[in-house]
C-alpha cells in the first residue's frame, strides 16, 4: 500500500522567510502527486500537481513553488514567506482511482 | 469544472442518534465522487467512494453514502454514530481518466458527538 511521508509536521516561520517542504512516496511508481492548501476555517485548495519528473502545473497564483527532482519526491517552496501562506498543507499522491494523503504540515507565518 | 456544496458546516449530534452530511455537486462531465475524514491535525483518510454501478456505497465503520444522479447528491449517513465519529468531513469530485488525486473538496462539515 501507498505511504505519504511529509515533514516537517509544525513549522513557525518569519514573514519574508524562505520555505521548503518536502513530501516523500513509497509502495506505488509513477504517481500523480498534489499540493494542497487548507487554510483554516476554509476547505481544501489544490495548489500544485505533478504527473511526472520535471512536471508542474500550478493551479492559482501565489506566492508558492513546487518540484518534482525524483518521481517519488515532491518539493513545495517559497523564497519569501507571506502572512497569508500560514496553513495545513496536505502531499497526495492519485493513483487507481484514489487520492492518499500524508499527515500534514501546519504552517504558521509570523 | 467541478464544485461541491456541502450544505452544513457543523452538525451537532448526540451518541447513537443517526447523522446525514449532506454534498452536492456540479459537473459538465462524470465524476467520480468521494468522502474523506480528518481528524485535528492529521491527513485525510478516504471513507468511501462511488466509481459506478450501485449507487449506495458503505465504508466498513458503519458509513454509507447514496449517489443521486438526478439531484447531484452523494450524502454521507450513519444509523448510529459513536464519539469516535466525531472529525471533519470532506465531500469531493474528481474527473477522473488520469487525474486521480486532483481533487474539488466541498467546505468540509464538523461533526460533533455529544455524550
Known amino acids: 500500500s501507498q505511504t505519504i511521508h511529509q515533514w516537517p509536521a509544525t513549522l513557525v516561520q518569519p514573514v519574508g522567510s524562505p520555505l521548503s517542504l518536502e513530501c516523500t512516496v513509497e509502495g506505488t511508481s509513477n504517481p500523480n502527486l498534489y499540493w494542497y492548501r487548507q487554510a483554516a476555517g476554509r476547505g481544501l485548495q489544490l495548489l500544485f500537481y505533478?504527473?511526472?519528473?520535471?512536471?508542474i502545473s500550478s493551479e492559482v497564483p501565489q506566492n508558492l513553488s513546487a518540484s518534482r527532482p525524483q518521481d517519488r519526491q515532491f518539493i513545495l517552496s517559497s523564497k519569501k514567506l507571506l502572512l497569508s501562506d500560514s496553513g495545513f498543507y496536505l502531499c497526495?499522491?492519485?493513483?487507481?482511482?484514489?487520492?492518499?494523503f500524508g499527515q500534514g504540515t501546519r504552517l504558521t507565518v509570523v | 469544472a467541478q464544485s461541491v456544496t456541502q450544505l452544513d458546516s457543523q452538525v451537532p449530534v448526540f451518541e447513537e442518534a443517526p447523522v446525514e452530511l449532506r454534498c452536492n455537486y456540479s459537473s459538465s462531465v462524470s465524476v467520480y465522487l468521494f468522502w474523506y475524514v480528518q481528524y485535528p491535525n492529521q491527513g485525510l483518510q478516504l471513507l468511501l467512494k462511488?466509481?459506478?454501478?450501485?449507487?449506495l456505497v458503505e465504508s466498513i465503520n458503519g458509513f454509507e453514502a447514496e449517489f443521486n444522479k438526478s439531484q447531484t447528491s452523494f450524502h454521507l449517513r450513519k444509523p448510529s454514530v459513536h464519539l469516535s465519529d466525531t472529525a471533519e468531513y470532506f465531500c469531493?469530485?474528481?474527473?477522473?481518466?488520469?487525474?486521480?488525486?486532483?481533487?474539488?473538496f466541498g467546505q468540509g462539515t464538523i461533526l460533533t458527538v455529544h455524550p
Open positions: 462511488y466509481l459506478s454501478g450501485s449507487t
Open positions: 505533478s504527473v511526472g519528473i520535471g512536471q
Open positions: 469531493a469530485v474528481n474527473a477522473g481518466g488520469t487525474s486521480y488525486g486532483k481533487l474539488t
Open positions: 497526495a499522491a492519485g493513483r487507481n482511482t484514489e487520492a492518499f
